[in-house]
Protein backbone atom coordinates (compact mmCIF):
# COMPACT_ATOMS: atom_id res chain seq x y z
CA UNK A 1 0.00 0.00 0.00
CA UNK A 2 2.98 2.46 0.56
CA UNK A 3 4.18 1.78 -2.46
CA UNK A 4 1.22 2.84 -4.24
CA UNK A 5 0.79 5.14 -2.35
CA UNK A 6 4.61 6.82 -3.39
CA UNK A 7 3.36 5.52 -6.99
CA UNK A 8 0.21 7.11 -7.18
CA UNK A 9 1.80 10.96 -5.82
CA UNK A 10 4.41 10.50 -8.48
CA UNK A 11 0.99 9.91 -11.48
CA UNK A 12 -0.28 12.67 -9.84
CA UNK A 13 2.41 15.15 -10.10
CA UNK A 14 3.53 14.11 -13.35
CA UNK A 15 -0.23 14.49 -15.05
CA UNK A 16 -0.41 18.19 -13.30
CA UNK A 17 3.42 18.60 -15.20
CA UNK A 18 2.18 17.54 -18.41
CA UNK A 19 -0.41 19.52 -18.25
CA UNK A 20 1.56 22.65 -17.73
CA UNK A 21 3.73 21.66 -20.27
CA UNK A 22 0.65 21.28 -22.50
CA UNK A 23 -1.02 23.30 -24.89
CA UNK A 24 -2.70 25.34 -22.28
CA UNK A 25 0.15 25.83 -20.39
CA UNK A 26 2.13 27.01 -23.24
CA UNK A 27 -0.39 29.18 -24.90
CA UNK A 28 -0.73 31.21 -21.48
CA UNK A 29 2.97 30.99 -21.10
CA UNK A 30 3.91 31.93 -24.84
CA UNK A 31 1.51 35.38 -24.79
CA UNK A 32 3.92 37.65 -26.97
CA UNK A 33 3.02 40.30 -24.58
CA UNK A 34 5.31 40.11 -22.15
CA UNK A 35 5.67 42.60 -19.11
CA UNK A 36 7.40 45.48 -19.61
CA UNK A 37 11.16 45.32 -18.23
CA UNK A 38 11.80 47.05 -14.60
CA UNK A 39 15.28 46.94 -15.04
CA UNK A 40 17.12 47.54 -11.76
CA UNK A 41 20.71 46.35 -10.32
CA UNK A 42 19.43 43.53 -7.84
CA UNK A 43 17.58 42.03 -10.18
CA UNK A 44 20.50 41.47 -12.63
CA UNK A 45 22.94 40.32 -9.84
CA UNK A 46 24.87 37.22 -9.01
CA UNK A 47 25.10 36.94 -5.35
CA UNK A 48 28.32 35.17 -3.98
CA UNK A 49 27.00 34.14 0.02
CA UNK A 50 30.21 34.31 2.03
CA UNK A 51 30.35 32.78 5.30
CA UNK A 52 33.42 34.42 7.33
CA UNK A 53 33.79 32.58 9.81
CA UNK A 54 34.79 29.69 6.99
CA UNK A 55 36.28 31.76 4.27
CA UNK A 56 40.02 32.98 5.25
CA UNK A 57 42.04 32.84 8.14
CA UNK A 58 44.51 35.80 8.08
CA UNK A 59 46.28 35.41 11.75
CA UNK A 60 46.28 32.13 12.29
CA UNK A 61 43.67 31.65 15.51
CA UNK A 62 41.27 28.59 12.83
CA UNK A 63 38.71 31.21 12.19
CA UNK A 64 38.39 33.28 9.01
CA UNK A 65 38.18 36.92 8.96
CA UNK A 66 37.82 40.43 7.39
CA UNK A 67 41.34 40.49 6.01
CA UNK A 68 41.17 37.44 5.05
CA UNK A 69 38.30 38.05 2.44
CA UNK A 70 40.28 41.54 1.94
CA UNK A 71 42.84 38.99 0.64
CA UNK A 72 41.30 36.99 -1.61
CA UNK A 73 39.14 40.04 -3.24
CA UNK A 74 40.48 39.56 -6.50
CA UNK A 75 39.69 35.63 -6.20
CA UNK A 76 36.13 37.01 -5.95
CA UNK A 77 36.14 39.30 -8.70
CA UNK A 78 37.58 36.35 -10.61
CA UNK A 79 34.09 34.61 -10.31
CA UNK A 80 32.41 37.68 -12.52
CA UNK A 81 29.93 37.97 -9.13
CA UNK A 82 27.95 41.68 -8.91
CA UNK A 83 27.12 41.46 -5.38
CA UNK A 84 28.72 39.68 -2.17
CA UNK A 85 26.05 39.04 0.97
CA UNK A 86 27.97 38.61 3.99
CA UNK A 87 26.78 36.39 7.18
CA UNK A 88 26.91 37.96 10.55
CA UNK A 89 30.24 39.92 11.30
CA UNK A 90 28.72 41.56 14.08
CA UNK A 91 30.09 41.75 18.36
CA UNK A 92 28.80 38.48 19.37
CA UNK A 93 29.24 35.47 21.89
CA UNK A 94 28.89 32.86 18.85
CA UNK A 95 26.80 30.73 20.55
CA UNK A 96 24.83 30.26 17.19
CA UNK A 97 27.88 31.76 14.74
CA UNK A 98 26.97 35.16 14.86
CA UNK A 99 23.71 35.33 14.52
CA UNK A 100 23.24 36.07 18.45
CA UNK A 101 24.39 39.87 18.19
CA UNK A 102 25.69 41.51 21.33
CA UNK A 103 26.59 44.95 19.63
CA UNK A 104 25.05 45.96 16.03
CA UNK A 105 27.56 48.71 15.56
CA UNK A 106 30.65 47.06 16.27
CA UNK A 107 32.56 44.16 14.81
CA UNK A 108 33.13 40.51 15.92
CA UNK A 109 36.64 40.36 17.82
CA UNK A 110 37.73 36.93 16.17
CA UNK A 111 36.79 38.71 12.65
CA UNK A 112 38.55 42.20 13.41
CA UNK A 113 38.00 45.61 13.43
CA UNK A 114 35.46 48.34 12.15
CA UNK A 115 38.71 49.88 10.01
CA UNK A 116 39.32 45.99 8.86
CA UNK A 117 35.22 46.47 7.64
CA UNK A 118 35.92 50.37 5.97
CA UNK A 119 39.06 48.79 3.78
CA UNK A 120 37.24 45.34 3.00
CA UNK A 121 33.62 47.38 1.58
CA UNK A 122 36.22 49.59 -0.12
CA UNK A 123 37.75 46.86 -1.81
CA UNK A 124 34.74 45.46 -2.72
CA UNK A 125 33.25 48.74 -4.59
CA UNK A 126 36.80 49.38 -5.96
CA UNK A 127 36.16 46.24 -8.24
CA UNK A 128 32.52 46.81 -9.12
CA UNK A 129 31.15 44.65 -6.36
CA UNK A 130 28.67 45.62 -3.48
CA UNK A 131 27.85 44.21 -0.16
CA UNK A 132 24.70 43.28 1.56
CA UNK A 133 24.71 42.52 5.28
CA UNK A 134 22.55 40.24 7.34
CA UNK A 135 19.80 42.00 9.47
CA UNK A 136 19.42 39.96 12.04
CA UNK A 137 16.42 41.88 13.98
CA UNK A 138 13.56 39.15 15.27
CA UNK A 139 16.52 38.44 18.36
CA UNK A 140 19.71 39.71 19.55
CA UNK A 141 22.48 38.56 21.89
CA UNK A 142 21.37 38.02 25.85
CA UNK A 143 25.05 39.43 25.99
CA UNK A 144 23.62 42.04 23.96
CA UNK A 145 23.38 45.79 26.61
CA UNK A 146 20.01 45.64 26.46
CA UNK A 147 18.99 42.20 27.99
CA UNK A 148 21.55 42.57 30.05
CA UNK A 149 19.74 45.55 31.49
CA UNK A 150 16.38 43.93 30.91
CA UNK A 151 17.13 41.27 33.13
CA UNK A 152 18.04 43.03 36.26
CA UNK A 153 14.54 44.51 36.55
CA UNK A 154 10.87 44.84 35.77
CA UNK A 155 11.97 48.65 35.80
CA UNK A 156 14.37 48.56 33.67
CA UNK A 157 14.83 50.71 31.15
CA UNK A 158 15.36 48.08 28.70
CA UNK A 159 12.22 45.92 29.94
CA UNK A 160 10.01 46.58 27.80
CA UNK A 161 12.41 46.10 24.45
CA UNK A 162 12.08 41.95 24.69
CA UNK A 163 8.72 39.97 25.57
CA UNK A 164 7.91 39.14 29.28
CA UNK A 165 5.45 36.72 30.96
CA UNK A 166 4.96 37.38 34.80
CA UNK A 167 5.21 34.80 36.87
CA UNK A 168 2.45 35.88 38.61
CA UNK A 169 0.07 34.70 35.61
CA UNK A 170 1.33 31.11 35.72
CA UNK A 171 3.18 29.27 33.30
CA UNK A 172 3.52 30.72 29.85
CA UNK A 173 1.30 29.48 27.12
CA UNK A 174 3.34 26.89 24.99
CA UNK A 175 5.45 28.24 22.53
CA UNK A 176 7.94 26.46 20.19
CA UNK A 177 12.16 27.18 20.21
CA UNK A 178 13.94 25.57 17.34
CA UNK A 179 17.23 25.45 19.78
CA UNK A 180 15.81 24.64 22.97
CA UNK A 181 17.10 21.35 24.29
CA UNK A 182 12.91 21.01 25.26
CA UNK A 183 11.63 23.18 22.65
CA UNK A 184 10.28 25.78 24.97
CA UNK A 185 10.65 29.15 23.81
CA UNK A 186 10.29 30.61 27.51
CA UNK A 187 13.09 31.41 29.52
CA UNK A 188 12.35 31.98 33.63
CA UNK A 189 14.57 35.06 34.71
CA UNK A 190 14.28 35.10 39.05
CA UNK A 191 15.44 38.72 39.29
CA UNK A 192 12.28 39.36 37.36
CA UNK A 193 9.94 36.65 38.21
CA UNK A 194 8.82 36.33 34.66
CA UNK A 195 9.49 34.21 31.97
CA UNK A 196 11.52 36.10 28.13
CA UNK A 197 10.63 34.58 24.67
CA UNK A 198 12.69 33.22 22.62
CA UNK A 199 11.77 31.67 19.43
CA UNK A 200 15.66 30.24 19.13
CA UNK A 201 17.90 29.55 21.93
CA UNK A 202 17.80 31.07 25.49
CA UNK A 203 20.26 32.91 24.61
CA UNK A 204 18.66 34.71 21.49
CA UNK A 205 15.52 36.74 23.48
CA UNK A 206 13.36 37.64 20.91
CA UNK A 207 12.77 41.68 20.55
CA UNK A 208 9.78 43.47 21.16
CA UNK A 209 8.76 45.22 18.14
CA UNK A 210 5.44 46.00 19.37
CA UNK A 211 7.66 49.03 21.03
CA UNK A 212 7.93 51.88 19.47
CA UNK A 213 11.77 52.82 21.11
CA UNK A 214 12.35 49.49 20.34
CA UNK A 215 11.92 49.98 15.93
CA UNK A 216 13.70 53.11 16.35
CA UNK A 217 16.61 51.94 17.64
CA UNK A 218 16.67 49.33 15.13
CA UNK A 219 15.95 51.28 12.11
CA UNK A 220 18.82 54.17 13.65
CA UNK A 221 21.21 51.25 13.10
CA UNK A 222 20.44 50.11 10.04
CA UNK A 223 20.78 54.01 8.85
CA UNK A 224 24.43 53.43 10.30
CA UNK A 225 25.68 50.58 8.15
CA UNK A 226 23.83 52.33 4.90
CA UNK A 227 25.55 55.55 5.11
CA UNK A 228 28.47 53.37 5.85
CA UNK A 229 27.92 52.63 2.39
CA UNK A 230 26.59 48.65 2.52
CA UNK A 231 24.20 48.08 -0.75
CA UNK A 232 21.36 46.67 1.12
CA UNK A 233 20.51 43.92 3.79
CA UNK A 234 19.36 40.11 3.71
CA UNK A 235 16.93 39.89 6.87
CA UNK A 236 17.17 37.08 8.87
CA UNK A 237 14.13 35.54 10.45
CA UNK A 238 12.00 38.42 9.39
CA UNK A 239 8.38 36.96 9.04
CA UNK A 240 8.80 36.29 13.28
CA UNK A 241 9.26 39.99 14.30
CA UNK A 242 5.07 40.13 15.22
CA UNK A 243 3.69 38.46 18.02
CA UNK A 244 0.64 37.78 18.80
CA UNK A 245 0.69 39.12 22.84
CA UNK A 246 -2.51 37.18 23.72
CA UNK A 247 -0.24 33.84 23.11
CA UNK A 248 -3.07 32.25 21.91
CA UNK A 249 -3.08 28.29 21.18
CA UNK A 250 -1.71 27.19 17.70
CA UNK A 251 -4.65 27.53 15.59
CA UNK A 252 -5.34 24.10 13.96
CA UNK A 253 -4.79 25.71 10.92
CA UNK A 254 -2.00 25.38 11.12
CA UNK A 255 -1.56 21.80 11.51
CA UNK A 256 1.47 22.06 14.02
CA UNK A 257 3.60 24.02 12.17
CA UNK A 258 4.74 26.65 14.47
CA UNK A 259 7.00 27.75 11.62
CA UNK A 260 4.27 29.07 10.02
CA UNK A 261 2.29 30.78 12.51
CA UNK A 262 4.94 32.59 13.87
CA UNK A 263 5.91 33.76 10.21
CA UNK A 264 1.40 35.25 9.92
CA UNK A 265 2.12 37.99 13.11
CA UNK A 266 -0.23 40.64 13.19
CA UNK A 267 1.56 43.63 12.79
CA UNK A 268 4.26 42.12 10.55
CA UNK A 269 3.77 43.81 7.13
CA UNK A 270 2.71 47.09 8.99
CA UNK A 271 6.50 46.64 10.53
CA UNK A 272 8.30 45.94 6.94
CA UNK A 273 6.23 49.05 5.44
CA UNK A 274 7.02 51.16 8.37
CA UNK A 275 10.80 49.96 8.14
CA UNK A 276 10.50 51.07 4.17
CA UNK A 277 8.98 54.68 4.58
CA UNK A 278 11.80 55.81 7.65
CA UNK A 279 14.64 53.92 6.28
CA UNK A 280 14.89 51.75 2.83
CA UNK A 281 12.75 54.27 0.92
CA UNK A 282 15.63 56.20 1.69
CA UNK A 283 18.95 54.22 -0.08
CA UNK A 284 19.27 52.76 -3.47
CA UNK A 285 19.52 49.64 -1.45
CA UNK A 286 19.01 45.67 -2.18
CA UNK A 287 16.53 43.90 0.19
CA UNK A 288 15.80 40.07 0.87
CA UNK A 289 13.21 38.67 2.86
CA UNK A 290 13.86 35.10 4.49
CA UNK A 291 9.96 34.55 3.81
CA UNK A 292 8.14 31.71 4.83
CA UNK A 293 4.97 30.12 3.82
CA UNK A 294 2.28 30.05 0.44
CA UNK A 295 3.09 32.10 -2.84
CA UNK A 296 0.39 34.38 -1.75
CA UNK A 297 2.69 35.18 2.26
CA UNK A 298 5.43 35.54 0.45
CA UNK A 299 4.27 38.19 -2.56
CA UNK A 300 2.94 40.64 0.19
CA UNK A 301 7.19 41.18 1.04
CA UNK A 302 7.91 42.03 -2.82
CA UNK A 303 5.02 43.09 -4.46
CA UNK A 304 6.11 46.70 -5.42
CA UNK A 305 2.89 48.08 -4.97
CA UNK A 306 3.18 47.63 -1.19
CA UNK A 307 6.46 49.06 -0.58
CA UNK A 308 8.52 46.59 1.68
CA UNK A 309 11.18 44.99 0.18
CA UNK A 310 12.55 44.18 -3.11
CA UNK A 311 13.14 39.75 -3.07
CA UNK A 312 12.37 37.26 -1.06
CA UNK A 313 13.35 33.02 -1.40
CA UNK A 314 11.15 30.74 -0.29
CA UNK A 315 11.84 26.88 1.08
CA UNK A 316 9.73 25.12 -0.20
CA UNK A 317 12.32 23.70 -2.89
CA UNK A 318 15.26 23.45 -0.77
CA UNK A 319 12.30 21.56 1.75
CA UNK A 320 11.42 18.94 -0.61
CA UNK A 321 12.80 15.25 0.16
CA UNK A 322 12.27 15.43 3.96
CA UNK A 323 10.42 12.88 5.74
CA UNK A 324 7.48 14.20 7.58
CA UNK A 325 7.87 15.25 11.07
CA UNK A 326 11.39 14.57 11.25
CA UNK A 327 13.94 16.73 11.75
CA UNK A 328 15.72 17.56 8.76
CA UNK A 329 15.48 13.54 8.01
CA UNK A 330 16.53 12.81 4.25
CA UNK A 331 14.07 10.31 2.70
CA UNK A 332 16.73 7.60 1.91
CA UNK A 333 15.16 6.45 -1.72
CA UNK A 334 16.11 10.48 -2.63
CA UNK A 335 13.59 13.08 -3.81
CA UNK A 336 11.26 13.23 -6.94
CA UNK A 337 12.20 15.51 -10.07
CA UNK A 338 8.89 15.89 -10.76
CA UNK A 339 8.03 17.31 -7.09
CA UNK A 340 11.07 19.51 -7.95
CA UNK A 341 9.86 21.23 -11.34
CA UNK A 342 6.58 21.56 -9.95
CA UNK A 343 7.74 23.72 -6.86
CA UNK A 344 10.08 25.89 -9.10
CA UNK A 345 7.45 25.94 -11.95
CA UNK A 346 5.17 27.28 -9.57
CA UNK A 347 7.27 30.16 -8.07
CA UNK A 348 8.34 31.32 -11.41
CA UNK A 349 4.97 31.91 -12.70
CA UNK A 350 3.84 33.76 -9.31
CA UNK A 351 6.55 36.08 -10.07
CA UNK A 352 6.16 36.19 -13.71
CA UNK A 353 4.57 39.75 -13.52
CA UNK A 354 5.00 41.12 -10.31
CA UNK A 355 7.27 40.68 -7.32
CA UNK A 356 10.98 39.15 -7.80
CA UNK A 357 12.03 35.85 -6.49
CA UNK A 358 15.36 34.20 -5.77
CA UNK A 359 16.52 31.07 -7.09
CA UNK A 360 19.52 28.93 -4.74
CA UNK A 361 20.00 25.84 -3.73
CA UNK A 362 22.83 26.18 -0.73
CA UNK A 363 23.40 28.89 1.87
CA UNK A 364 24.83 28.51 5.46
CA UNK A 365 21.40 26.59 6.85
CA UNK A 366 21.86 24.06 4.17
CA UNK A 367 23.88 21.39 3.42
CA UNK A 368 26.47 21.12 0.12
CA UNK A 369 24.59 21.40 -3.13
CA UNK A 370 26.17 18.78 -4.98
CA UNK A 371 25.44 16.34 -1.60
CA UNK A 372 21.94 17.56 -1.55
CA UNK A 373 20.88 17.95 -5.19
CA UNK A 374 23.37 16.07 -7.29
CA UNK A 375 25.97 13.23 -6.69
CA UNK A 376 29.45 13.63 -4.57
CA UNK A 377 30.40 10.26 -5.70
CA UNK A 378 33.91 10.66 -7.44
CA UNK A 379 32.51 9.53 -10.55
CA UNK A 380 29.67 11.90 -10.48
CA UNK A 381 30.48 15.01 -8.40
CA UNK A 382 31.82 16.85 -10.78
CA UNK A 383 29.27 16.70 -13.84
CA UNK A 384 26.01 17.24 -11.50
CA UNK A 385 27.98 19.76 -9.61
CA UNK A 386 27.82 22.19 -13.13
CA UNK A 387 24.44 20.63 -13.77
CA UNK A 388 23.18 22.58 -10.49
CA UNK A 389 24.98 25.31 -11.76
CA UNK A 390 23.47 25.15 -14.88
CA UNK A 391 20.00 25.11 -13.37
CA UNK A 392 20.91 27.99 -10.68
CA UNK A 393 21.96 30.48 -13.21
CA UNK A 394 19.51 29.93 -16.14
CA UNK A 395 16.24 30.43 -13.89
CA UNK A 396 15.20 33.32 -13.07
CA UNK A 397 14.64 35.35 -10.42
CA UNK A 398 18.52 36.43 -8.69
CA UNK A 399 20.96 33.98 -7.97
CA UNK A 400 22.29 33.58 -4.55
CA UNK A 401 25.38 31.14 -4.82
CA UNK A 402 27.19 30.06 -2.01
CA UNK A 403 30.67 29.98 -1.49
CA UNK A 404 32.62 26.89 -2.01
CA UNK A 405 29.89 25.83 -4.77
CA UNK A 406 31.62 26.96 -7.27
CA UNK A 407 34.44 24.07 -6.16
CA UNK A 408 32.04 21.15 -5.99
CA UNK A 409 32.93 21.60 -2.49
CA UNK A 410 30.76 18.69 -0.73
CA UNK A 411 29.35 17.69 2.48
CA UNK A 412 32.21 16.37 5.01
CA UNK A 413 29.38 13.87 6.65
CA UNK A 414 31.26 13.56 10.33
CA UNK A 415 30.78 10.11 12.20
CA UNK A 416 30.64 11.61 15.64
CA UNK A 417 28.86 14.36 17.34
CA UNK A 418 31.70 16.06 19.35
CA UNK A 419 33.02 17.07 15.25
CA UNK A 420 29.61 19.10 15.23
CA UNK A 421 29.74 22.73 16.08
CA UNK A 422 26.05 23.56 15.23
CA UNK A 423 23.45 24.66 17.70
CA UNK A 424 20.54 23.38 15.77
CA UNK A 425 22.11 20.11 15.34
CA UNK A 426 22.92 19.58 18.91
CA UNK A 427 19.70 20.86 20.43
CA UNK A 428 17.64 18.35 17.86
CA UNK A 429 20.18 15.65 19.00
CA UNK A 430 18.88 16.23 22.73
CA UNK A 431 15.22 16.46 21.80
CA UNK A 432 15.69 13.12 20.02
CA UNK A 433 17.52 11.31 22.68
CA UNK A 434 15.41 12.67 25.82
CA UNK A 435 12.22 10.94 23.31
CA UNK A 436 14.35 7.74 23.49
CA UNK A 437 14.82 8.39 20.08
CA UNK A 438 17.43 6.13 17.77
CA UNK A 439 20.56 8.85 17.61
CA UNK A 440 22.58 6.59 15.52
CA UNK A 441 20.06 6.99 12.99
CA UNK A 442 20.18 10.70 13.39
CA UNK A 443 24.10 11.29 13.22
CA UNK A 444 23.56 9.32 9.80
CA UNK A 445 21.31 11.60 8.51
CA UNK A 446 22.78 14.22 8.99
CA UNK A 447 25.47 13.54 6.68
CA UNK A 448 23.17 14.46 4.81
CA UNK A 449 21.41 17.75 5.89
CA UNK A 450 23.10 19.42 8.58
CA UNK A 451 24.41 23.03 8.25
CA UNK A 452 27.90 22.14 9.35
CA UNK A 453 28.23 20.26 5.91
CA UNK A 454 27.99 23.69 4.35
CA UNK A 455 30.43 25.52 6.98
CA UNK A 456 33.53 23.71 6.95
CA UNK A 457 36.47 26.10 5.68
CA UNK A 458 36.74 27.02 2.11
CA UNK A 459 39.48 24.94 0.07
CA UNK A 460 42.35 26.94 -1.15
CA UNK A 461 45.15 24.86 -1.88
CA UNK A 462 46.47 22.06 -1.15
CA UNK A 463 48.43 22.38 1.60
CA UNK A 464 47.76 22.23 5.10
CA UNK A 465 44.15 22.67 6.37
CA UNK A 466 43.38 23.70 2.62
CA UNK A 467 45.46 26.82 2.72
CA UNK A 468 42.25 28.13 5.11
CA UNK A 469 44.53 28.76 8.59
CA UNK A 470 47.84 28.04 9.30
CA UNK A 471 46.64 26.97 13.21
CA UNK A 472 43.59 24.74 14.04
CA UNK A 473 40.52 25.55 12.24
CA UNK A 474 37.09 25.94 14.27
CA UNK A 475 35.72 23.12 12.17
CA UNK A 476 37.20 20.24 10.31
CA UNK A 477 37.90 20.44 6.99
CA UNK A 478 36.84 18.47 4.34
CA UNK A 479 39.44 16.02 3.70
CA UNK A 480 38.94 15.96 -0.55
CA UNK A 481 40.30 19.09 -0.37
CA UNK A 482 43.43 18.32 -2.06
CA UNK A 483 42.04 17.79 -5.19
CA UNK A 484 38.87 20.14 -4.82
CA UNK A 485 40.56 23.06 -4.71
CA UNK A 486 41.41 26.82 -5.96
CA UNK A 487 44.65 26.06 -7.33
CA UNK A 488 43.94 23.20 -8.80
CA UNK A 489 40.82 24.17 -10.36
CA UNK A 490 42.08 27.75 -11.63
CA UNK A 491 44.50 25.22 -13.97
CA UNK A 492 42.21 22.83 -14.79
CA UNK A 493 39.84 24.39 -18.22
CA UNK A 494 37.55 21.56 -17.30
CA UNK A 495 36.74 22.35 -13.98
CA UNK A 496 33.61 22.67 -12.10
CA UNK A 497 35.42 26.68 -10.68
CA UNK A 498 35.65 27.32 -14.77
CA UNK A 499 32.03 25.85 -15.73
CA UNK A 500 30.90 28.38 -13.14
CA UNK A 501 32.55 30.99 -14.34
CA UNK A 502 31.31 30.63 -17.97
CA UNK A 503 27.86 29.93 -16.28
CA UNK A 504 28.25 33.30 -15.17
CA UNK A 505 29.13 34.91 -18.61
CA UNK A 506 26.87 33.21 -20.52
CA UNK A 507 23.80 34.40 -17.53
CA UNK A 508 25.12 38.09 -18.13
CA UNK A 509 25.33 38.00 -22.02
CA UNK A 510 21.73 38.00 -22.30
CA UNK A 511 18.86 39.37 -20.70
CA UNK A 512 16.79 36.52 -21.48
CA UNK A 513 18.58 34.91 -18.34
CA UNK A 514 17.16 37.35 -16.11
CA UNK A 515 14.13 38.46 -17.20
CA UNK A 516 12.81 35.72 -19.94
CA UNK A 517 9.65 33.76 -20.02
CA UNK A 518 10.11 30.29 -18.70
CA UNK A 519 8.02 27.61 -20.49
CA UNK A 520 8.41 24.13 -18.71
CA UNK A 521 9.06 21.43 -21.39
CA UNK A 522 8.23 17.68 -21.04
CA UNK A 523 6.56 18.30 -17.63
CA UNK A 524 5.98 14.55 -16.91
CA UNK A 525 9.32 13.35 -17.30
CA UNK A 526 10.83 11.48 -14.35
CA UNK A 527 14.48 11.86 -15.19
CA UNK A 528 15.14 15.40 -17.31
CA UNK A 529 13.96 18.97 -16.18
CA UNK A 530 13.87 21.00 -19.84
CA UNK A 531 12.68 24.42 -20.17
CA UNK A 532 13.24 27.99 -21.87
CA UNK A 533 13.60 31.17 -21.66
CA UNK A 534 12.61 33.94 -24.06
CA UNK A 535 12.92 37.62 -24.39
CA UNK A 536 12.27 39.48 -27.71
CA UNK A 537 14.06 37.33 -30.10
CA UNK A 538 16.22 35.28 -28.09
CA UNK A 539 15.38 32.28 -27.21
CA UNK A 540 17.12 29.25 -24.82
CA UNK A 541 16.74 25.61 -24.62
CA UNK A 542 18.33 24.04 -21.07
CA UNK A 543 17.93 20.57 -20.68
CA UNK A 544 19.17 18.83 -17.31
CA UNK A 545 19.32 15.51 -16.45
CA UNK A 546 19.24 15.27 -12.55
CA UNK A 547 19.90 11.24 -12.40
CA UNK A 548 23.29 9.16 -12.72
CA UNK A 549 21.86 7.07 -16.20
CA UNK A 550 20.99 8.12 -19.86
CA UNK A 551 18.21 9.73 -19.89
CA UNK A 552 15.91 11.44 -23.04
CA UNK A 553 13.97 14.46 -23.52
CA UNK A 554 11.35 15.56 -26.06
CA UNK A 555 11.32 19.45 -26.60
CA UNK A 556 8.74 19.13 -29.42
CA UNK A 557 10.61 20.66 -31.99
CA UNK A 558 13.78 20.33 -34.33
CA UNK A 559 16.98 19.84 -32.72
CA UNK A 560 19.04 18.74 -35.91
CA UNK A 561 21.95 21.13 -36.76
CA UNK A 562 21.81 23.11 -32.99
CA UNK A 563 24.47 22.95 -30.49
CA UNK A 564 24.89 24.08 -27.19
CA UNK A 565 26.23 26.79 -26.62
CA UNK A 566 27.72 25.35 -22.96
CA UNK A 567 27.64 22.06 -21.46
CA UNK A 568 29.43 19.92 -19.04
CA UNK A 569 30.60 17.10 -20.89
CA UNK A 570 33.52 17.14 -23.85
CA UNK A 571 30.86 16.38 -26.47
CA UNK A 572 27.12 17.17 -26.38
CA UNK A 573 23.96 15.45 -26.47
CA UNK A 574 22.58 13.89 -28.99
CA UNK A 575 19.63 15.46 -31.02
CA UNK A 576 17.48 14.59 -33.85
CA UNK A 577 14.91 16.07 -36.14
CA UNK A 578 12.17 14.33 -34.23
CA UNK A 579 12.63 16.15 -31.25
CA UNK A 580 14.37 14.27 -28.57
CA UNK A 581 17.40 14.58 -26.99
CA UNK A 582 19.20 11.93 -25.58
CA UNK A 583 21.44 13.17 -22.33
CA UNK A 584 24.54 11.70 -20.32
CA UNK A 585 24.14 11.04 -16.75
CA UNK A 586 23.86 14.60 -15.10
CA UNK A 587 24.17 15.99 -18.12
CA UNK A 588 23.64 19.84 -18.71
CA UNK A 589 23.38 21.84 -21.84
CA UNK A 590 22.37 25.58 -22.96
CA UNK A 591 21.08 25.95 -26.58
CA UNK A 592 20.40 29.35 -27.83
CA UNK A 593 17.15 28.27 -30.40
CA UNK A 594 16.79 32.16 -31.86
Not at 362 to 381: A, L, Y
Not at 472 to 500: H, I, M, Q
Request: net charge positive; with cysteine.
Amino acid sequence: MKLFNIKLKELIIATGLMLLSGSGFAQLMNNTNQPEINRKWWKEAIFYQIYPRSFMDSNGDGIGDLKGIISKLNYIKSLGVDAVWLNPIYASPNYDNGYDISDYQNIMKEFGTMHDFDLMLKGFHDRGIKVIMDLVVNHCSSEHKWFKVARVSRKSQYYNYFHWWPAEKGTPPKRWSAFDPDANAWKYNKATNSYYLHYFAAQQPDLNWENPKLRQEIYKMMRFWLDKGIDGFRMDAIAYISKDLAFPPLPAKYHGDWAMYYASGPRLHEYIKEMNREVLSKYNAATVAEAMGTVNDVMKFVDPARKELNMAYHFEGVNIGYLPNEYKMVDTKGYSLLEFKRVYTKWDSAFATRGWGTIYLGNHDQPRMVTRWGNDSPEFREVSSKMLTTFILSMGGTPYYYFGDELGMSNIKFDKLNDYNDIELLTNYAQVKAKGGDTSRFIEGMKISSRDNGRTPFQWNASANGGFTTGKPWLKVNPNYKTVNVEAEEKDTNSVLNYFKEMVKLRKSNLAFVYGKYTLIDGGNPDVYAYTRELNNDKYLIVLNFHAKTAAANVGFDMAGIKPMINNYADGPATNNAGQITLKPYEAAVFKIK
